[in-house]
């Protein structure tokens, strides 16, 4: 069995070329769903939902590109 330590973090990143690396950071606690609903009103089956208490990006002046 898994611990009860809700504690979760999800890293986002990429390099854009030449070299110009991106990247989000979002720490926070997480909550495991048996069943939830996606946006479109549909089961989605068991998820993970991350309740943020940090941000932290960088990198993102180039996220238009």
Do not use: K, Q
């Amino acid at each position: 069995m898994w611990g009860a330590l809700p504690a979760a973090t999800m890293v986002v990143d990429d390099v854009l070329p030449p070299w110009r690396p991106r990247c989000v950071l979002i720490r926070g606690r997480a909550e495991a769903l048996a069943a939830a609903t996606g946006p479109d009103g549909e089961p989605a089956g068991p998820i993970i939902r991350l309740h943020p208490t940090e941000v932290i990006s960088w990198g993102m002046e180039f996220a238009g590109e």
